[in-house]
């Protein structure tokens, strides 16, 4: 990686290691690619991202002592007023969402999943809604979408490197029954209700509900980590232990109350809105664009970039339609290096394929991306249009999911209810589609 002092910032999300580094001439990419249990490695929007699979958060652990060393030193070259490389706005978000919500995905992704059977089991009638095993399982589904900011709060406190208590102190405020309350009675038109609080009658703090948002405090954590490291760096040592971090949450949380939550609450509802549109307008067009882009996105690491709408559609909906596209675009990555696999059944590589289908299935799709499509261009065409057909089917029947859940054959019971024979068959042809597709097209380019 060229070093310690070559590495601005580290972190991981469910398959990757991701770095961003001071220069990228010292970086030995052949050198990494050649170690043992990598799957891939290269630059992408600025950063630079080593494919490990599902053992890379092993990986991370492994380096973890390292990764404390680095810390000191970005936190040095923050204070030196280090700016930013001309990166993009967009490879900036992908950057903070990947190292945001690649730790917490296995904490939203279980109680997704519970969430997604209750679903089912209560349109099969298998439970009754009003039971109190429902009223349970709600609980134990729904508390970590409803505490989501703290969540994001402590992984977004990691991933800009501040203190994560601070962070979590901010999360409260924005948490704070009295602030959700007012929301509540607001939204319910209820005798009263106000829509603004104002802090010393000049400053406005919109009434939201913050609960299951995720951009306000995402945002309102990077604000917090450039203001608790101004007002540590101007602090005499004698007043750091108590007036920075007072200061700190005093502003930070005042900031995130009149500009960066409103603003991030409205900015997350346009995302969605756009993706609802697109939806209205044609639900097959709006599978064949997520179809079609979706491969390409996981491969470029910027597949993140979904997730926000998705959990913005959980919250405003009760439902998301974007994450059964995601289902089928694996499946689809799964189907094509099966193909490959029986091309190659008799070769040295067949179990090492093979190895990275069954990981497919199971979610995980770095492997089969980057240990056997890279290398066969025509296989991930063959990808493409299976994806986006299959997303353009699941979507013309309007095919939905009512909580977050991996992407995995075993995700499967979580459409339970009148959607799942439509699941069932999308997924179907997710596979066959594409496993065909590559057998023609993989076999004739051979040929030629």
Not at 86 to 106: E, H, K, Q, W
């Amino acid at each position: 990686m060229g070093g310690g002092e070559n590495i601005v910032n580290a972190w991981h999300c469910m398959t990757r290691l991701r770095f961003e580094v001071e220069s990228e001439n010292n970086v030995d990419q052949d050198e990494i690619r050649k170690l043992p249990g990598v799957l891939g490695a290269q630059f992408q929007n600025g950063q630079f991202q080593i494919v490990i699979g599902p053992n890379v958060n092993h990986w991370h652990q492994k380096i973890q002592d390292r990764l404390d060393n680095i810390t000191s030193n970005t936190v040095e070259l923050d204070n030196n007023e280090r700016k930013l490389k001309s990166r993009g706005v967009v490879a900036l978000l992908m950057d903070t969402v990947s190292g945001v919500f690649g730790p917490i995905v296995p904490a939203i992704a279980g109680a997704g999943m519970i969430k997604g059977l209750l679903a089912g089991f209560i349109a099969l009638n298998i439970i009754s809604a009003k039971s109190e095993t429902v009223v349970i399982l709600d609980i134990i589904s729904s508390g970590v979408f409803y505490f989501l900011p703290f969540f994001l709060a402590i992984s977004a406190a990691k991933m800009f490197k501040t203190n994560e208590y601070i962070a979590a102190a901010v999360a409260a405020c924005l948490m704070y029954p009295t602030l959700i309350e007012a929301a509540k009675a607001l939204a319910g038109h209820q005798a009263g209700a106000t829509d603004i609080y104002w802090f010393a009658g000049l400053l406005p703090v919109s009434v939201m509900n913050y609960s299951a948002s995720v951009l306000p405090i995402i945002f309102s954590i990077l604000a917090m980590s450039y203001i608790h490291r101004f007002v540590d760096k101007y602090m005499p040592d004698v007043l750091k232990t108590v007036v920075t971090p007072t200061l700190t949450l005093f502003i930070s949380a005042l900031v995130a109350l009149t500009v960066i939550g409103p603003a991030g609450v409205w900015f997350g509802k346009g995302l969605a809105w756009c993706v609802q549109s697109l939806f209205t307008l044609s639900p097959v067009l709006a599978g064949l664009i997520v179809g079609t882009i979706r491969p390409l996105a996981v491969f470029t690491g910027m597949h993140h970039a979904m997730t926000p709408i998705a959990l913005q559609n959980f919250s405003d909906l009760g439902y998301d339609m974007l994450m059964p596209m995601m289902f089928m675009a694996n499946m689809s990555i799964t189907g094509s290096t099966l193909a490959i696999w029986f091309i190659k059944r008799h070769s040295a590589d067949s179990a090492i394929i093979l190895s990275a289908a069954i990981s497919g299935l199971l979610g995980i799709e770095e492997p089969a991306l980057f240990g056997v499509l890279a290398r066969e261009r025509k296989a991930f065409i063959a990808v493409t249009i299976a994806s986006a057909v299959a997303s353009a089917f699941i979507a013309f029947f309007g095919v939905r999911i009512y909580g977050y859940i991996l992407s995995s054959i075993f995700s499967l019971p979580a459409y339970i209810g009148p959607y799942f024979i439509y699941a069932l068959m999308g997924v179907s042809l997710s596979l066959g589609l594409s496993f065909f597709l590559t057998l023609l097209l993989v076999r004739k380019q051979r040929a030629n």
